[in-house]
């Protein structure tokens, strides 16, 4: 997805590489819900409950993400720089959700082990960034 993206950024610009490539998973998305309605799975299109407001601002970020991403991979990093920057951002992001309880969850400590994890996927995506060709 990432090397598509950046592609679809050469030829069109980053923006342009987002709208497509949201467009399409909302295209996607509505033909699986038609399938659905016309095949009687009505029951798997019902909403079961109302999602918190901030759940709504993860399409915010997907965007985002998107953008970024198609402007990293034809940057000097390239796609395993991108991917391996993505992975220490998220993996970091979680350590943090999961330290001040965000989106509902139980706080838990941060252990050793995940001190541990995290330092070897940083040195790793260091290695890849600044030593990779």
């Known amino acids: 997805m990432a090397h598509l ?7 069109g ?7 497509i490539a949201h467009g399409t998973g ?10 659905f309605a016309a095949f009687g799975r009505k029951e798997q299109l019902k909403v079961t409950s109302q999602a918190p407001a901030w759940a709504y601002l993860g399409g915010v970020s997907g965007a985002a993400t998107v953008i970024l991403i198609s402007l990293a991979v034809n940057s ?3 796609l395993s720089g991108t991917i391996a ?6 993996g970091l992001f979680s350590l943090a959700a999961d330290w001040w309880g965000l989106f509902g969850l139980s706080a838990r400590r941060v252990t050793l082990r ?20």
């Open 114 to 133: 995940d001190v541990a994890a995290m330092t070897l996927i940083i040195a790793g995506s260091c290695l890849m960034v600044f030593y990779g060709k």
């Open 85 to 90: 920057l993505t992975l220490v951002g998220q």
């Open 5 to 11: 993206n950046g592609v679809l950024t050469i030829h």
């Open 13 to 19: 610009g980053a923006v342009l590489a987002s709208w």
């Open 26 to 35: 909302t295209i996607t998305a509505l033909v699986f819900m038609l399938g």
């Open 76 to 78: 000097p990093i390239a």
